[in-house]
């Protein structure tokens, strides 16, 4: 008998813990990346912008065009990758609790796509161009130390960068012999091809993230299944799933691994006639539309608790919308406009 009531209380211990567990969801700050407008007029220059829970918090004033494109939180500091025009050139930098930090650069115009940070290092990965010399290639800076990847005699850039286990992971393209655009990442700067490129058939990569062993990469494949359309795909170590058929166009921006699960953020045009797209997110492949509204884009996917946030657009004909779509602090679901303008990238830190 003093067993079984053991089991019984053991049994109701579990149960209480699971529903405390359902009634105390985890409890998250929203960190959003991307660009809005002095008093959200688009006809002033953009601004680079960060949003915590739908607060905007400016990074620049708007006498030059800016923009944030990527966004890491660590411990308490707040990490803002993106870059700023100034006069007729562009440079790449990143914001460090809104103090700006201008990184190095040998090109005119330079541009920060995304930033990682791994204990004491900051990692930038990102791209610029010049005309003399005529130069078109990735950039990638550890502690704002420029460090070249390429040879720069071939087009390529670089859109995403994590860290694992001290090893550096960046996300990209770059073009082949005869100028064909190939997906790639590079793993401690030894290039891995995900495509070959040829005529009718380019691609490239968006975005990396790391679980466990396994190196899953996301982005598009033009010419894949067959077709010109552009077909979403993810990599994982090197081999395909596509996302879409490719009857229509569609593009994958963002990766994120959950446990087994894989989610991959980006939108799909709503007929063969590719007017116009709407965003959409798979979960191991299965597409889920993140809205009804048409002329949007979900541009980067964060997951907790099998809750799904994204950052995104909506385009509109004379200005576009910075998008979440995601949860309120008493989690429940919702479609929210942040200004005009555009969000890029989304970071969850547990509170």
Request: glycine residues 8%; aromatic residues 12%; negative net charge.
């Amino acid at each position: 008998m003093k067993k079984i009531l053991l089991i019984f209380l053991a049994i109701l211990s579990l149960n209480s813990c699971k529903k405390a567990e359902e009634n105390n969801p985890v409890q998250v700050d929203v960190y959003i990346a991307g660009y809005g407008y002095a008093n959200d007029s688009p006809e002033s220059n953009a601004i680079a912008r960060y949003w915590k829970n739908g607060i905007p918090v400016d990074l620049t004033e708007d006498t030059e065009n800016a923009m944030a494109k990527s966004v890491f939180v660590s411990e308490t500091d707040v990490y803002v990758a993106g870059y700023e025009a100034c006069g007729d050139s562009t440079y790449a930098l990143y914001w460090k609790n809104g103090i700006p930090v201008t990184l190095p650069c040998d090109l005119k115009y330079t541009f920060a796509e995304s930033i990682f940070i791994s204990g004491e290092d900051v990692f930038v990965a990102g791209w610029g161009f010049s005309e003399k010399p005529n130069v078109n290639a990735l950039r990638f800076w550890k502690n704002g130390v420029l460090i070249k990847l390429t040879d720069d005699t071939r087009f390529s850039r670089a859109f995403s960068i994590t860290v694992s286990d001290n090893d550096v992971y960046i996300a990209g393209f770059e073009s082949n012999e005869e100028g064909f655009l190939e997906a790639k990442y590079w793993e401690n700067g030894i290039p891995v091809k995900l495509t070959e490129g040829y005529y009718g058939n380019i691609a490239y990569a968006n975005s990396i993230t790391i679980s466990g062993d396994d190196v899953y990469v996301t982005g598009v494949v033009s010419g894949a299944l067959m077709t010109s359309n552009t077909v979403a795909t993810y990599w994982k170590n090197g081999v395909p799933t596509y996302l879409t058929d490719g009857s229509r166009d569609a593009q994958a921006n963002s990766i994120v691994v959950s446990g087994k699960e894989v989610y991959v953020a980006g939108s799909e045009w709503i007929s063969s006639q590719n007017v116009t797209e709407k965003a959409k997110y798979w979960k191991n492949g299965t597409a889920v539309d993140v809205t009804d509204t048409i002329s949007t884009c979900a541009n980067s996917i964060a997951v907790i608790e099998d809750k799904v946030y994204i950052a995104g657009s909506q385009y509109l004909h004379l200005n576009n919308k910075a998008k979440y779509w995601g949860y309120n602090i008493d989690s429940n679901p919702i479609d929210e406009t942040l200004s005009d303008g555009e969000a890029f990238s989304i970071y969850l830190s547990i509170k």
